[in-house]
C-alpha cells in the first residue's frame, strides 16, 4: 500500500496498512468490524469503552487481542483522519472512494463519510504559534550584603488561540529545557514512519 490516499493521509500509518490488508483479505467480519468503528466515534467523542465491551468483542472475533488492537488503531487512525479534512477540501465522494480503496464497503464508507457532516466529535486541535519574541532580562539584587546579576530569559509567544503568553526562565533553566527539546527531535527522528 504505498500509494496513499489524497485527502486521508500524506503517508498510511502502519495500522491503517494493517487494516487495509486484514479488510481486502476479507478476514474481519463486518459485524466486528462496525464495532471497532463505533468504538472509535465514541473514543473520539470523549465517551468511555468499557473493558467487558471489549471482553464482547473479543469473545465475537476469532482474531487475537494484539490483531484487534491493531485493527483498532487503525479504525481510530482513519476516522481521525476523515474528521480533520479541512470542510472547504472534504469532499464526501472522493473520501468514499478512497475509504473503499482501504478495502471498506460502500455502506462501512458511506457511514463513516457521514460523521464529518453529522456529528462534531471532540477531535484535537493544537493551537498555532503566530509569532515569538525573546530577550534576555538582567536583574540586579537591591540587597545591599551582595549585589548578583541574575539573567533571566523573557520569552512572548503569540498564539492562535488564546493571543500573546509571556514566560520568564532563569536562564539554566532554559538550557535544561533546550536540552529536553534537543533530546526529543532526535528520539522523534529516530523514529522508523
Known amino acids: 500500500m504505498n500509494a496513499s490516499p489524497n485527502l486521508l493521509f500524506a503517508v498510511v500509518p502502519k495500522p491503517v496498512e494493517q487494516l487495509s490488508k486484514q479488510l481486502q483479505s476479507k478476514m474481519v467480519d463486518p459485524v ?20 467487558s465491551e471489549w471482553k464482547n468483542i473479543v469473545k465475537e472475533s476469532y482474531f487475537p487481542l494484539t490483531l484487534l488492537e491493531e485493527l483498532f488503531s487503525g479504525v481510530l487512525n482513519l476516522i481521525f483522519a476523515v474528521l480533520r479534512i479541512p470542510e472547504k477540501l472534504f469532499s464526501p465522494k472522493c473520501v468514499c472512494d478512497e475509504l473503499i480503496q482501504l478495502g471498506f464497503t460502500m455502506e462501512q ?45 523573557l520569552m512572548e509567544f503569540n498564539l492562535s488561540s488564546e493571543g500573546p503568553k509571556t514566560i520568564h526562565i532563569p536562564l539554566a533553566q532554559f538550557h535544561s529545557l533546550r536540552y529536553q527539546v534537543a533530546s526529543c527531535l532526535t528520539q522523534l527522528n529516530k523514529l522508523s514512519v
Request: charged share 20%; net charge positive.
Open 109 to 153: 464508507a458511506k457511514y463513516i463519510t457521514n460523521l464529518k457532516t453529522t456529528s462534531k466529535p471532540d477531535t484535537p486541535s493544537f493551537m498555532k504559534l503566530l509569532g515569538a519574541n525573546w530577550r534576555i532580562d538582567v536583574t540586579i539584587s537591591t540587597s545591599n550584603v551582595c549585589r548578583v546579576l541574575e539573567p533571566w530569559i
Open 32 to 51: 466486528v468490524l462496525q464495532t471497532l468503528i463505533n468504538f472509535s466515534i465514541r473514543y473520539w467523542k470523549g465517551e468511555e469503552i468499557c473493558h
